[in-house]
């Protein structure tokens, strides 16, 4: 017999007036395991949050949480999740410590343990120094790190994070997933959604691409990547005028179409024979006389799946600044 999921929803959907926001989802999530919940703004990903977290219920279809139903019973399942937004949701006008405390004493702890428990947890965000300073002199990170701790402050085997990293600069999102996965090691099961596909590469073990409401793929990492057919030979100009230019010059090289972008400045193609196709495009490349920046074979990204899914532009790329849509 299969062990009972940490997380289970099967058939949830959800409307908003005429907006379907989940269209039927179905997801399972084994114990100590970690499932990126992949999509685009307004795909559904908060909606499914706030479902699995309790904070709102479904028109239909279930949701278990380590097998408790988290509509009939809502407390039992608060008391083993933790939950961190899109936005944080700590008090500006208060310390990180007194904000931790306050999170541990809602916990039911009491003075001395919440205390206790909000060091324990500043130690291991690496806000120890910043403890007794208002949060508003906080940087964005440091907020987001922050909350992400209010969410550990109930040591909660489940942990619900909703873009846990948007808006972040790139190193913040760096600190941010070496953390992650340190808590991933210590056996949390976690469910987080997120816009980047580099993300749910790095920390997933298991990954659900949602569009409109929908799952479109589900699998590890690898799987989605096997999906669209192997490795992919790109080519970066020097000089962004060339891009149409090595495009054109690659035709015929593999089995399908160079695809020139041109906003990531590059030049792409299924390349599943690997050297030969490579020798081949830097021959004509060489020849006509046309200076590159990167020349390589690699395997297919997440970005090429989701390309392949949707047959719609790529999701943006991690390094991109934000840009956050007005809700
Ligand atoms: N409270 C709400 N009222 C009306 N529409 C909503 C509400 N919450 C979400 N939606 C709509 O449902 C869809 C999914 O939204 P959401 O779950 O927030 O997506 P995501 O988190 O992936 O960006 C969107 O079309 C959004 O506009
Ligand atoms: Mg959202």
Known sequence: MASTPMILAEGLQKSFGSVTALAGIDVRVESGTVLAVLGRNGAGKTT????????LAP?????????????????????VIGLAGQFAAVDEMLTGRENLKLVGRLYGLNKQEARARADEVLERLGLTDAASRLVKTYSGGMRRRLDLGASLTGRPPVLLLDEPSTGLD???RAELWSLIEDLVGDGSTLLLTT????EADRLADRVAVV?????????TPH???????????EVRPARPGDLERLARLLRGLGPGEPLADVRA??????????????????RRIEEAEIPVADLGVRGPSLDDVFLTLTGTKPLRAVSEPEMRATA
């Open 211 to 219: 569009e409109r409401g929908k799952i479109i793929a589900e699998g």
């Open 223 to 233: 799987e989605l990547k096997r999906r669209i057919g192997g490795d992919v030979l």
């Open 48 to 55: 499914f949050v706030r479902i699995v977290s309790t904070l």
């Open 195 to 198: 816009q980047y596909l580099e």
């Open 170 to 172: 790139p190193r913040s």
């Open 59 to 79: 028109d239909s279809g279930i949701v278990r949480i380590a097998g408790v139903d988290a509509v009939r019973d809502a407390a039992t399942v608060r008391s």
């Open 265 to 282: 400045q590059r030049v792409t193609l299924p390349a599943p024979e690997r050297v030969p196709t490579l020798l081949a495009a830097a």
